[in-house]
């Protein structure tokens, strides 16, 4: 490495970085020079981060994340869902990097936000009070209609439920529960509009593979709990055995 390269790099700090990673094997060669032409960039602001970061957040954004007081809540909107565990307010830099996430193509953004918020919802659900409550089968994700995911390229509750499989080593099954009509998107509703535009808009597509079993229904944001609400629901006439929810940030309106 030349000087210029080197001084280059104490004034961005990430290429010094990785070569120490390298040189002590925390990173292969070949992910080095990936990150080398692709540098990790915070999911809020965007900015370069250094190589050696744990998770793809600045410390300046990490610092204006609001975390729920508790993490788990009573559901607001019906009775087939028992409770709703969350950890962030849908405020500031979390809104931000979901906003991103949905219309901003960084689907990588789902995994990050994950990593974040689990272990605080491990630390808390690792009580005595929730461990016999805290088991599940299958996780599903809350669909978005065909058309819709065509015109995203993809679904970001499904990417939600597969980085929380992989932390809870339980299935996370996408294609069970189908959305059959593509509604107005619930966040440009009212509260009333909300809790209509969606009344037998899910269905399952795969009834024997949800009867009785124990379901953690996946998605990005709660606000109403109106969405949440018309897919357990249709979880719950196939024959599931009882219905949770994790969604990654709460919204509360006034």
Known sequence: MNKAAMKRNKEDGTNVSAEVLMQTRRISKAEYFLRLLFPARCICCDRILPFDIPLEICDECKKDIRFLRNFEHIFPAGSNIRKVYSAFEYEGNVREAIHRLKFGETPHNASVLVDLSFPFLESFLKNETFKSVMKYDIIIPTPLHPRRKRQRGYNQSELIASRLSYHMNVPALKGVLV???????????????RLINLVGVF????????????????????????????????????????????VVAIRHRS
């Open 179 to 193: 959305k059959k009509i593509n509604t107005p998107p619930q966040s440009r509703l009212g509260r009333g509009e």
């Open 203 to 246: 269905s399952v597509k795969k009834p024997g593979l949800v009867k009785g079993r124990r379901i953690l229904l996946v998605d990005d944001i709660m606000t109403t709990g109106s969405t949440l609400e018309h897919c357990a629901k249709a979880l719950k006439n196939a024959g599931a055995a009882y219905i949770d929810a994790y």
